[in-house]
C-alpha cells in the first residue's frame, strides 16, 4: 500500500479552495502525513500576447505577490480549526511566482511530496484553449500521485 508522508495542495482562494484543502486535510490527517498548502502567482510575462495597458509591472507584481502572501495568511487563520480537526498542526503554507504548473511541479520535488491534491476549474471549449489547465499538466508531468477534486459537481453531492 502506497504510504503518503508529505501532501501538497495547490489553492487558488476561490469559495471552493476549502472544499479542496477539506479533502486534503482528511487525507493528511488519515495517514499522518505532512500538508503544505501553495498558491501560484502567475508571472505577467506569460501574457505577452495579449494588450497590456503600460504599468510599472514589478511593482504590480510585488504588489500581488505582497496581497497573495496576506490572503494565504488569512486562508491559514480562517481554517485552523478545519485542520486541527483533523489532526493536522505545523500545517505550512507558502506563496510562490512563476508558471503555475511548473511552480507546483517543482515545489512537489522540493519538499518530496508523494501525493498531490488539486482541485479542477472544469474549463472547457475556448476557457479551456485560453487558460489551459493547470491540473492536466500536474497529472500527466508529476513524479508522484495526482488525487483531482472537481468542487463544482454539485449534482453529485444532491443526489448522494
Same mark, same amino acid.
Given at each position: 500500500m502506497q504510504e503518503f508522508k508529505t /501532501?501538497?495542495?495547490?489553492? #487558488?482562494? !476561490?469559495?471552493?479552495? $476549502?472544499?479542496?484543502?477539506?479533502?486534503?486535510?482528511?487525507?493528511?490527517?488519515t495517514f499522518r502525513a505532512d500538508l503544505h498548502f501553495?498558491?501560484? /502567482?502567475?508571472?505577467?510575462? #506569460?501574457? !505577452?500576447?495579449?494588450? $497590456?495597458?503600460?504599468?510599472?509591472?514589478?511593482?504590480?507584481?510585488?504588489?500581488?505577490?505582497?496581497?497573495?502572501?496576506?490572503?494565504?495568511?488569512?486562508?491559514?487563520?480562517?481554517?485552523?480549526?478545519?485542520l486541527e480537526g483533523?489532526?493536522?498542526?505545523?500545517?505550512?503554507?507558502k506563496v510562490l511566482s512563476g508558471d503555475v504548473g511548473e511552480e507546483i511541479l517543482n515545489y512537489a520535488v522540493e519538499v518530496n511530496s508523494n501525493l498531490i491534491i488539486m482541485g479542477t476549474h472544469g474549463?472547457?471549449?475556448?476557457?479551456?484553449?485560453?487558460?489551459?489547465s493547470v491540473a492536466d499538466k500536474v497529472v500527466k508531468t508529476a513524479c508522484c500521485p495526482v488525487m483531482t477534486i472537481n468542487p463544482y459537481r454539485k449534482e453529485c453531492e444532491e443526489s448522494a
Open positions: /501532501v501538497l495542495t495547490p489553492i #487558488d482562494f !476561490s469559495e471552493n479552495a $476549502v472544499k479542496v484543502a477539506r479533502s486534503a486535510a482528511y487525507v493528511a490527517g501553495i498558491f501560484v /502567482v502567475q508571472n505577467f510575462e #506569460d501574457y !505577452s500576447g495579449f494588450f $497590456v495597458p503600460p504599468v510599472n509591472l514589478p511593482n504590480l507584481e510585488e504588489e500581488i505577490f505582497t496581497s497573495a502572501q496576506q490572503r494565504m495568511d488569512s486562508f491559514m487563520e480562517e481554517n485552523q480549526a478545519m483533523y489532526g493536522l498542526s505545523g500545517v505550512k503554507s474549463y472547457k471549449g475556448l476557457e479551456r484553449i485560453m487558460f489551459g
